[in-house]
């Protein structure tokens, strides 16, 4: 098992890496938790694959289980969900005292964390992430949030997990579409932090080569992510630049009422078109946006979108947490492995879509 210690100010929680995890967790969670009570928050998708195995696991280990299952995808990290979250583990008569598994996605890592952190003034809770996405990225570093009309992650907070467990091996059950989806993730870490993870990722050969290398990768972007939230917790410096194609993603994804592309998907076509402008202006080693746009056409990730209100895309864009007052922190490349933030006015984004 590779384990990855998040070592924060105030508290430290590990990673655990390994492939048939999942088939384990209660004993696993039985080592680091000593109440008998835990409610899973998960969605129709992951629990018709590993709900049973799950709840089995942790039964088998003497725990008393109550699992809610929400609809799949973006739409259910609403308040309205959150409302509905909040209702059936008082049901469940859940204390301060007992522990919360989110079990799925971002969509469900985000929204069990934030509920956690809110209900009762803070619920432990454990991640077991099942889509690469949230195994490389949205399960660590403890932002949690709902969506609002207006956008998303609009409310949230900073709550970390007591422990995250990883199994490569549930990825097998992905579709292609979200195993890509994650990709993008991936090669975001690639083009901000690590040269040698994007180079690694132009030459496997196909799917099944990227999935016998999964556990590198992972291992790879959990460890970038770990240093960069001991050094960066609250999002104020180094950390913006994890949101590298985000500030465009969001916006696209908020532009097509989040029915059309994923959150990778977005991510994708934000990096893609943010570094075609940046090099354009002077400012991003030439060759790199091409790079970047060849590595999401192996990976079956859009690069652009036809026909974007630009207009629309900026009034997303107002509502961004990065904004600050009069300016906006965005992330360029210098060239590939080598990200940095730069402040520009607001006004001057309109150069970057």
Not at 144 to 157: C, E, T
Not at 207 to 227: F, M, Q, R
Request: charged share 25%; glycine share 8%; net charge neutral.
């Amino acid at each position: 098992m590779n384990n990855i210690v998040v070592n924060l100010s105030h508290k430290s929680y590990p990673l655990y890496i390994k492939r048939g995890l999942i088939n384990q967790i209660g004993d696993e969670i039985a080592k680091i938790y000593t109440g008998k009570k835990i409610a899973i928050i998960t969605d129709e998708n992951v629990n018709a694959l590993y709900g049973k195995v799950v709840e089995d696991s942790l039964k088998n280990s003497g725990f008393n289980i109550k699992t809610v299952v929400l609809k799949p995808g973006e739409r259910s990290k609403s308040v309205e969900s959150l409302l509905e979250v909040y209702d059936k583990l008082l049901d469940f008569g859940i204390t301060r005292g007992d522990i919360i598994i989110a079990l799925g996605g971002g969509v469900i890592g985000d929204l069990t964390g934030f509920a956690a952190s809110t209900l009762l003034r803070g619920i432990p809770f454990i991640q077991i992430p099942t889509s690469l996405l949230a195994q490389i990225d949205s399960s660590i570093g403890g932002k949690v949030a709902v969506d609002l009309p207006k956008g998303k992650n609009l409310i949230g907070s900073f709550y970390h997990p007591e422990a995250v467990f990883i199994d490569p091996n549930v990825l097998n059950t992905l579709s292609t579409k979200f195993l890509h989806d994650g990709m993008g993730e991936v090669i975001k870490y690639g083009a901000i932090k690590d040269a040698d993870l994007f180079r690694k990722l132009e030459n496997f050969k196909d799917d099944h080569d990227l999935l016998a290398n999964i556990d590198e990768v992972i291992y790879t972007c959990c460890s970038i992510k770990k240093v960069v939230v001991e050094k960066d917790e609250k999002d104020t410096g180094d950390r913006m630049m994890l949101n590298f194609g985000h500030t465009i993603g969001h916006s696209i994804e908020k532009y097509f009422n989040f029915e059309k592309y994923t959150h990778g998907e977005a991510v994708s076509m934000g990096m893609y078109l943010i570094t075609t402008k940046s090099e354009a202006l002077g400012i991003t080693e030439k060759n790199s946006a091409e790079r970047i746009k060849n590595l999401l056409i192996k990976y079956e990730l859009p690069y652009e979108v036809k026909n974007l209100d630009k207009s629309k895309i900026l009034e997303t864009i107002a509502f961004d947490k990065k904004n600050n007052k009069d300016n906006i922190n965005i992330i360029l490349l210098n060239k590939i492995g080598d990200a940095f933030i730069k402040k520009i006015k607001s006004s001057s984004m309109i150069d970057y879509i």
